[in-house]
């Protein structure tokens, strides 16, 4: 069998297309030049009329597309593609291959490679490993990621959740929405005001969703969300204030209880310092050395260290089995928060003044977490993945590329995407 003759049948082309040379160099790999064949043209249709009769118009010029290597040899299929024109409506326009993949620069097999290659690993990575720049596996990821996305069935889409993505330095910020049931990311959109659920809505309603089937919605207290979720979702959908939200603003608090302690209370300063990561931990996180510099740290008269414990009693508040225990315990925390306070510069515990109202402001919003115990973990783990992915690719370098990277690692998309 001539190698001509090998690589058509490798390639499946059929008989409207044919092999007429192969061409190997060490240095450039191998080249498979491809034409049509005559019995292409009975078959084609036109793309402007359903069915309608084409003929060939003319050629254009040279066209590469990447291939899979062979035996290590980088590989590329080079065809002078036609132009067909339709016999109805008289346009023209170029002939599609059947190899040829969405990204137009690479063949089809080529990109099933290369998404396969960017779920394990870094696109720069993916870059190196097949000698490809990590530009043009962007738009290849993107080419395919925008054809597979508009596909998927949001109309099963009841429970949201909703969180904000830090994109790049100077507090840009992409909001979030994924279907907590299925556990997949459905929209992304630069911004976290409340406009973005506007946005939200209308691409569901692109997606066979519609915003009456949404029955909860999980977030945060940032007002521009529960403004927009109010608008825009409507009343039938009860709001869970999520429980790591609600805690990391306490957590939040504790921190700058120790900074401000440190600051203003000159026998504080040295036994604080250092000991921020310690205040992060919770008790059973700790190590033996650990464990014991905190108890001594209690046994001093620290504001951070109450403040510390109040942390640890929010966290506990939340095993508890219901949601009137759960109410009762909260309006105590509260009060206590308020009293201890009171022994204390203002400065010092500010903070954790303002966490107690914010609990007390939205303690139905935090309550409604023992009705369904809905939460955002879904959206912290990819918090967390995609700081991890962030800090080996050195960023996305655009809000573009980070919203492809969702939809891609996280949107369930089917991959690839038909041509």
Avoid at 116 to 134: N, Q, S
Avoid at 162 to 183: I, M, P, T, W
């Amino acid at each position: 069998m001539s190698p001509e003759k090998l690589f058509h049948e490798l390639l499946n082309l059929g008989a409207a297309w044919r092999v007429v040379e192969i061409d190997f160099d060490p240095e450039g790999g191998v080249l498979i030049r491809v034409e049509e064949t005559a019995a292409f043209w009975p078959e084609a249709r036109s793309i402007h009329a359903e069915g309608g009769a084409v003929k060939c118009y003319d050629h254009i010029d040279d066209v590469c597309w990447r291939h899979l290597n062979v035996f290590e040899h980088r590989c590329d299929i080079v065809c002078r593609l036609p132009r067909a024109q339709c016999l109805k409506t008289g346009k023209v326009y170029r002939v599609t291959p059947p190899w040829e993949g969405l990204s137009k620069a690479f063949t089809k097999a080529f990109e099933a490679l290369a998404i396969l290659l960017m779920r394990e690993m870094p696109v720069a990575a993916a870059a190196r490993l097949t000698r490809e720049t990590d530009t043009r596996l962007w738009r290849l990821l993107r080419a395919q990621v925008e054809r597979a996305w508009p596909l998927v069935d949001w109309s099963e889409v009841s429970i949201v959740g909703c969180d904000e993505l830090s994109a790049r330095k100077g507090h840009r910020y992409v909001s979030v929405f994924c279907d907590l049931v299925q556990k997949r990311v459905l929209f992304a959109v630069e911004g976290k005001d409340k406009s973005v659920w506007e946005k939200f809505v209308s691409a569901l309603g692109e997606h066979n969703g519609h915003h009456r089937g949404i029955t909860e919605i999980s977030m945060d207290m940032s007002p521009a969300y529960i403004a927009g979720a109010a608008e825009n979702i409507g009343s039938q959908a009860s709001v869970v204030f999520d429980k790591f939200h609600v805690i990391a603003h306490v957590s939040k608090a504790v921190d700058d209880t120790r900074r401000q302690e440190s600051r203003q209370e000159r026998s504080a300063r040295p036994v604080l310092k250092g000991t921020q990561w310690l205040w992060r931990k919770n008790p059973e996180n700790l190590s033996g050395e650990e464990a014991a510099e905190m108890k001594a740290l209690k046994a001093g008269n620290l504001a951070t260290a109450r403040a510390y414990q109040m942390r640890l009693n929010l966290q506990d508040i939340y095993r508890m089995p219901d949601e009137p225990a759960a109410r009762k315990r909260l309006r105590a925390w509260c009060r206590w928060v308020k009293l201890v306070a009171g022994k204390y510069p203002t400065l010092i515990f500010g903070k954790m003044l303002k966490a107690a109202g914010m609990i007390e402001s939205h303690l139905e919003g935090i309550l409604a977490h023992w009705k369904s115990h809905t939460t955002n973990a879904f959206l912290e783990g990819l918090n967390s993945v995609f700081s991890a992915v962030k800090r080996k690719a050195r960023g996305f370098r655009s809000v573009k590329n980070l919203i492809t990277m969702l939809y891609f690692t996280a949107g369930r998309l089917p991959l690839p995407a038909a041509s």
